[in-house]
Structures are given as C-alpha cells and as structure tokens.
Nanobody
Framework: QVQLAESGGDSVQAGGSLSLTCTVSSVTYNNNNFYMGWFRQVSGKEREGVAAISPSGANVDYDSSVKGRFRISRDNSKRTLYLQMNSLKPEDTAMYYC??????????????????????WGQGTQVTVSS
C-alpha cells in the first residue's frame, strides 16, 4: 500500500511559477525503487501525463507541452517528489496528481507517460493560471 499527498497548488498569473510537492508513505515498499510521475486533469477531459522520473532520478521524461518550463525532481531521503512549474500558461490550469509506478514497463520502453503504467495516486492539488 502506498499513500501519496500533494501540496502546493494555487492560483497564479500567467508567466508565474509554482512548486508542487508530493510526499510518499508506504508500508509495503520501504525502499524508493519505483518510478514517480505527475499527471493533470481538466474537468471533463482525460488525465494526461506531465512528467515522470526514474527511481534514482537519473532519467526524466516530459510531455512536449511542458518541456523546458517544468522540472521534475525527487528527494528519496525525504520520500518526496517535486514539480517546479515556470512560465505558467492558462492552459496549464488543471488538477495535478502525483503517482507511483512499480514496474513502469511501458514508460521505460517508450518514454511516454500514461496512466496504465501507474499503480497508486494522490488526491490532487488544484493549479489555476489566469491570463
């Protein structure tokens, strides 16, 4: 069992920055040998992958819509995942979720961040960007 808790969502002006945090607690996986990712969802639309990071943090993947503006990182000693979001746009407005993937088979093979790879999810934190 893995529990995830996101924080840091807020309302900002376009061009601004936000930093999201996700803390991980687990009674099953005491190590950090799992992929983690950030997804976002707009009401009425499918959840889309934003960024993902390997267990060591050495490998990262981004959706093309955020590449160069967002940065994913993790601190395994604190069991925490981060998403630094810069140059925010109104189209970045969404509920942001962090997630854990135990195997990440498809992600590792393709670099494409999809829900099917992820096993555990947080409750989400809202990001609103106004123009």
């Amino acid at each position: 069992q893995v529990q995830l808790a996101e924080s840091g969502g807020d309302s900002v002006q376009a061009g601004g920055s936000l930093s999201l945090t996700c803390t991980v607690s687990s009674v099953t996986y005491n190590n950090n040998n799992f992929y983690m990712g950030w997804f976002r969802q707009v009401s009425g639309k499918e959840r889309e992958g934003v960024a993902a990071i390997s267990p060591s943090g050495a490998n990262v993947d981004y959706d093309s819509s955020v590449k160069g503006r967002f940065r994913i990182s993790r601190d395994n000693s604190k069991r925490t995942l981060y998403l630094q979001m810069n140059s925010l746009k109104p189209e970045d407005t969404a509920m942001y979720y962090c997630a854990v993937s135990i195997n990440a088979n498809h992600l590792r093979a393709t670099g494409v961040i999809e829900e099917r790879d992820f096993d555990y999810w947080g409750q989400g934190t809202q990001v609103t960007v106004s123009s």
